[in-house]
């Protein structure tokens, strides 16, 4: 029986790996870490970016002795201050992506992890990787000069759009067959293709700046430095931030749809289409800005600014679909019993799933964890669900959903649903100094009626006419005689 029972938990281990799902992992918290692929992937992904940009450093920061002279690097000195202005465009992106990132069904680490190797690939990864290929390419595409890649525009039309978007896309397909479980709407793509193209443009930033600032300072006060800085900030930093990000999310919209498309000619088609507009856009825009200028290319930048504009509405639309998709899918389990009516309503809106974490920070940690375990999976449940339907999983799914529900039961005990109220604040109890009774006054006088001073003790005084006596008269009394 015990074989049998080894071959059948190998099997379902087989199962889930086919499909993509999680594995059980079980030992002590050292042992899981171990075995979490999405561990490894972030240690390789790392290892990987302090290589390439170590070797980035090296080709671009200093001074080099080249057969007939020396090439002039970046300069140590210059790369704090052009870092500076980089970070302007890169934080405030980033940022919004973040905060889209919202119906991903995985822990904050786990999230953090996506983002990072995201991030890093595009500032390290593919920034090395394009400007190996492209002054390779431009120097065989050169058509003017001694064969210097910026004597032609060809590179920058031709192939640095192509160069460019597929190392930056790499990283979007090897999460999507690495982690293709995680990968459950658009959004994923959006928000991972986004982040390696802001990685991507952080870098190249900090190249253009760089390069700008030293060529200012070498021509000996024919321009002022800072200035050259700001003005190609102004281009590239603020008029033209969204450029890499927004080229890239063409990609990761369509390897989405692939990763979650029923269709084989879909799974085929939609990442080429994706790859091939973010190209197009890319060319598009390094032509303009090569070739065009005046009122030209402020027609050409209002052009992007819709485009732009159209792409946040459709983040904000896909936020608002995530969440009516996520309720009609846990519905299916209320409908079953399986689930409370509450819970499709509750972890289905972004407002309410908040205040519940709000409401479970105050109870206490264990409520606080209880909440998070039960919003993720029921989360995941829902995607796996729709997983279902669509045929992407077989019947190892399904052992995946009897897993979460019974995940789902031992945490609701502790876990907040749907919060209602004020949450459970904890009252600023100090501590009171025991007040003496007095006793209330007794007898007529400023002291007794109006004054401050208490009783003297002993039995209660009358007061008003009630406390006057008088003294008996003496019936032998009377006035003198005369």
């Not at 030992?27 to 899981?32: F, I, N, T, V």
């Not at 000069?145 to 525009?153: E, K, Q, Y």
């Not at 397909?173 to 952080?202: D, E, K, P, Q, T």
Request: hydrophobic share 50%; with cysteine.
């Amino acid at each position: 029986m015990s074989v049998q029972a080894s071959h059948g938990d190998v099997d379902r281990r087989r199962a889930r790996r086919r499909n993509g799902l999680p594995v059980p992992r079980r030992g002590d918290l050292a042992r899981r870490l171990l075995t979490d692929p999405l561990l490894w992937l972030t240690v390789a992904a790392f290892v990987l970016f302090i290589i390439c940009g170590v070797l980035m450093w090296y080709q671009m920061v200093p001074d080099r002795e080249v057969p007939g002279g020396t090439l002039i690097g970046l300069g140590t000195d210059v790369i704090p201050l052009v870092a500076r202005y980089a970070a302007y465009s890169l934080v405030p992106i980033t940022l919004l992506y973040f905060w889209a990132d919202r119906w991903r069904p995985v822990y904050v680490w786990a999230r953090v992890a996506f983002w990072l190797v995201a991030l890093g690939w595009g500032a390290f990864v593919s920034t090395f990787l394009s400007a190996q290929i492209n002054t390779w390419a431009a120097s065989h595409l050169a058509v003017m000069g001694d064969g210097d890649p910026a004597s032609s525009a060809r590179a920058a039309v031709f192939v640095a759009p192509f160069v460019e978007e597929s190392t930056k896309a790499t990283i979007l397909f090897f999460i999507a067959i690495l982690l293709r479980y995680r990968w459950v709407n658009r959004l994923s793509g959006i928000i991972l293709a986004g982040l390696s193209g802001a990685g991507f443009a952080f870098t190249e930033n900090i190249l253009y700046y760089g390069r700008a600032y030293r060529y200012a300072a070498q021509t000996f006060g024919q321009q002022d430095p800072d200035e050259v800085l700001q003005e190609i900030f102004f281009l590239r930093g603020v008029m033209t931030p969204f450029a890499h990000p927004l080229f890239t999310m063409c990609a990761g919209i369509g390897l989405a749809v692939a990763v979650r498309a029923k269709s084989k000619l879909f799974r085929v088609l939609a990442p080429l289409i994706g790859f091939l507009a973010a190209a197009l856009l890319h060319m598009m825009f390094n032509a303009s800005s090569t070739l065009v200028d005046g009122p030209q290319l402020l027609l050409l930048w209002g052009g992007a600014l819709l485009l732009l504009a159209t792409v946040i509405g459709f983040i904000i639309r896909q936020l608002f679909r995530e969440g009516r998709s996520v309720r009609a899918r846990l519905e299916d389990y209320v409908r079953a019993g399986w689930l409370r009516e509450e819970d499709a309503a509750a972890v289905s809106r972004l407002r309410t799933r908040m205040r519940a974490l709000w409401h479970a920070l105050w109870r206490g940690p264990r409520s606080f964890w209880s909440t998070i375990v039960l919003q993720v999976s029921l989360t995941e449940l829902a995607y796996l669900r729709d997983s279902l339907t669509r045929g992407l999983v077989d019947q190892a799914g399904v052992d995946r959903e009897h897993e979460l529900l019974g995940v789902v039961e031992r945490h609701r005990p502790l876990a907040v649903v749907t919060p209602t109220g004020r949450a459970p604040y904890p009252r600023l109890r100090g501590r009171r100094r025991a007040v003496e009774q007095w006793a209330p006054p007794s007898y007529p006088g400023p002291a007794g009626l109006g004054g401050s001073w208490p009783a003297p003790p002993g039995p209660a005084q009358p007061l008003g006419q009630t406390a006057t006596t008088y003294s008996e008269v003496d019936p032998r009394w009377k006035p003198p005689s005369s």
